[in-house]
């Protein structure tokens, strides 16, 4: 949190006055017309191998949100916290699945020591995040109805992302980070937050921090991003006790938030700031990916979050790094005017910025800037000399 504000627009024509000018905080740091995160979910390995040199080539810095339990060597792995499983497995042959017992269940899914049994988990996750609870109940009653048949082969089952963050090291992040790259975690196992019971969610939620905090260091825990983009109430609240910031939620007053499955224009929505979250995915046509930060650049109050998965034909959606060249190129000629920053460092600016006040007075020969924010609980004193 120790980013200095910037200020701007100190109206010298005053001094002649012996009357300080306006002053103000930029909306954006250095002045700029608006901001813009290019963010990375899931750390296929292509993001690192194929992306991160062009974006370093062009000296763009992005928000990476890895899931932590996938990398060799991390401490915490996927785990269920909860009653030992064959008593949950017994259970769900004479109790049936209801909104008590469902999110335990949920929970255990990934953990029976069968494959198949995940793809359920995600299922009813889904649903859960649709808002189809009872649906989800149905999901859940079906596979453990086919657990006790024994329809399943005894395994482990790993997610798609898991497979396709393989060849990712603890060693290449650290080496990253230092490049000026934001890594923020994306939870231990990806799993979908909004079913798993109050244990299992926050095991996902602090194993996930401690790991990148171990590995990386406190810088790291700032932000964070429920698993497919979940905007559930539930699990905001969980989150929003583990991290300072999360992508799929953003609850601030002076911010209008445009979700990624939301097709709205910022419009005139009366608030400082406006969060335009969009996907670049194999379906979004480049001339689309490049109006997105034409709006951006057209407004002063829009910070552009651009989500991008896979890379190169690995991991969800991928672009091609022909498209990603062009899109980067695109974005860093006006970066002039384009604030280019993590999704860290423009949430922490935004927020001192709107806890912030500032005042001018003269003093002899002296403009006196000062400012206050209550976000860090800091103060500082700007003092301006005529030249
Ligand atoms: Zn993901």
Known sequence: MKRILILAAVALAGIARAQPGQTNIARWQDDKTGAVSITWDDGSINQFKVALPILNKLHLPATFFIITGQIPGSTYHGKFIGRPIPDIIKETATIPTDQNNLFERASAAGYLGLIGPLDYHYKAGSLVDAGKTDEAIKVIDELYARVRRGDFKPGVQHNDEYKDAHGTTWDDIKRYAAQGHEFASHMITHPRLAILDEPNMLYELKKSREEIRQR????????????????????????????PALRNRMPEPWLKEISRGNNENPGNSGKAYVQLQRGATTKTPMPVMKSRVDTTLKRKDTWLVLTIHGVDSIGWEALTHQALQEYFNYIKKQEDKLWVATFGDVTKYMRERQAAKVSGQISKDKIIVTLTHTYANRQKIHTLMPT
């Open 216 to 243: 990386l260091g406190r810088k790291y825990t700032f932000s964070g991003e429920g698993p497919f983009g979940t905007e559930n109430e539930r699990v905001m609240k969980y989150a929003y006790r583990v991290y």
